[in-house]
């Protein structure tokens, strides 16, 4: 019989050597108590990822898969009470984080961000849809969620049971599947980071480039892109957003968050403001908002 936990952790990585030992670290501080059991889905990272999570006491399963695939993976080896699935560019922040999860997964199948903010920046198609760096669910209310979908295993068609993370945006279909098993989830608050005086980052070109995603108010935040979240009113966790940034990239670089062309960030100011909250996090100083200042609604820049 496979003991059981109050808590299944499971996080997809991928080239994360950055952030994971962060992630689990502040796990096992700030969940004291809990009966905790972690594992890491690795998608074959060639960096240390692997080898940091197993120096943290996780458990980690290496294998080529899709983001959807992989969650539906881990959420299969949950035997916990509650299973959160995370990114591993998420810091867990308050101490009574936990608490304040379970007891509104104790009345609702998921408790989870509201997928509307990458920082200042709005995300106008994440309105009512939960976001999935943080997925925090009752184990026995979503495994009513799953449906039938077929899978191939050595060529073979093999029915299983799933939960629906094969939307745009991953979650989006979540909401409805739940309201049609008579389920419900709670959306957390979203909050920005804090406003500095000087920039964390200045484009070192006359011009930007037509592929950049960029405004200049957004040098002044503290943790750039990264959001922060809470439930009544006291912060829970982080997110950077960008987990596989290289610490490497040189100043004057003109690379941007995608590859294929299309508009993105620039590197090097991803590199500062993570540098920034990984610093802040190691000294034990990571400034927070205040809860006063989350946003319910998306705002544009």
């Not at 959807?68 to 591993?88: C, E, I, Q, W, Y």
């Not at 608050?189 to 200049?216: A, F, G, K, M, T």
């Not at 950077?240 to 062309?261: H, M």
């Not at 990984?278 to 946003?295: E, I, N």
Request: aromatic letters at 12%; proline letters at 7%; charged letters at 20%.
């Amino acid at each position: 019989m496979p003991e059981t936990h109050d808590l299944f952790v499971g996080i997809t990585t991928s080239n994360s050597s950055r952030f994971i030992g962060c992630c689990l670290d502040s796990l096992r501080e700030r969940t004291r108590g809990v009966r905790l059991r972690a594992v890491v889905l690795d998608n074959y990272s060639t960096d240390d990822t692997a080898a940091i999570a197993a120096s943290r006491g996780a458990q980690v399963v290496r294998k080529a898969c899709t983001q959807p695939d992989a969650l539906n993976a881990l959420l299969r080896k949950s035997r916990g009470h509650f299973t959160l699935l995370m990114h591993a560019d998420t810091v867990v922040l308050g101490d009574d984080w936990f608490d304040l999860c379970a007891a509104k997964a104790e009345h609702h199948a998921l408790v989870s961000p509201e997928d509307i903010g990458c920082g200042p920046f709005s995300r106008p198609f994440g309105v009512g849809m939960p976001e999935s760096s943080f997925l925090f669910f009752n184990t026995v209310m979503i495994r009513r969620a799953l449906d039938w979908r077929v899978v191939r295993r050595f060529r073979l068609p093999i029915p299983r049971r799933a939960l629906d993370f094969y939307a745009d945006h991953v979650t989006h279909r979540l909401p409805a599947r739940l309201q049609r098993n008579g389920l419900r989830w709670f959306p957390m608050c979203v909050h920005i980071s804090d406003r500095v005086e000087s920039p964390i980052y200045q484009p070192l070109v006359p011009d930007i480039p037509s592929n950049w995603v960029w405004n200049e108010s957004l040098a002044y935040y503290r943790y750039g892109l990264g959001n922060f979240y809470s439930i009544d009113g006291k912060i829970t966790h982080y997110h950077n957003w960008y987990e596989r940034i290289r610490a490497d990239v040189p100043d004057d670089s003109l690379e941007t968050t995608t590859y294929d062309g299309s508009p993105g960030f620039p590197l090097v100011y991803v590199r500062n403001y993570t540098n920034r909250f990984l610093a802040d996090f190691r000294g034990g100083c990571v400034r927070l908002p205040a809860p006063s200042t989350a946003r319910t609604t998306p705002a544009l820049l």
